[in-house]
């Protein structure tokens, strides 16, 4: 990967190591588009939590919830389109924004400058509410257990996303 190109990814959920969408991030790695950097935290708290078909979003809200584990890669310009494609920033279901983190172990010491996909903005911070304000430190295996990919039942997230937070269930 030419340095100009590279974008370094915070991801949290379905696309780390043993979850639903590995299989893209390995496919980056093999076609030498993303290079795997090791386990990161979030420097700031944020909010995680997962929604209809069990679907991760991290939701741009600063000091709140915990500060989150994930992993971090080096992209590269086509990686990040497929990311992009992936995560569905086009259509409103994540926004690609910057994030501060650190890696594991090193809590305290360099913080790395990244992006992350967040829950899009449209619904966020409601859909923070709608689970009570309690997130997870990691979307680990015991959450990805619940992950149904749509490209598997075909369903329409967003909708899914707007009949969850009107409803009082």
Known sequence: MAEAEQVLIFTYGTLK???GNLHL????????EAVFLGPHFTHQPH???????????????????HRVKGELYSVSATGLVRLDQLEGTGIGHYERLPIQVCREGDEEG???????????????E???????????IE??????????????????FLGDI???????D
């Open 17 to 19: 190591q043993g979850h």
């Open 110 to 124: 360099v913080l790395v400058g990244a992006e992350a996909y967040f829950a899009h903005r449209s619904f966020g």
């Open 25 to 32: 991030t390995q496919h980056l790695i093999h076609q030498k």
């Open 126 to 136: 409601r859909l923070w509410e709608r689970k009570g304000k309690v997130g997870l």
């Open 139 to 156: 979307f680990g295996e015991e959450e990805g257990k619940g992950y149904v990919r749509m490209e598997d039942h075909g369903f329409d």
């Open 162 to 168: 707007t009949s969850f937070l009107a409803s009082n």
């Open 47 to 65: 909010p995680l939590v997962t929604g209809p078909h069990g679907i991760p979003y991290l939701i741009n809200l600063p000091s709140h919830g």
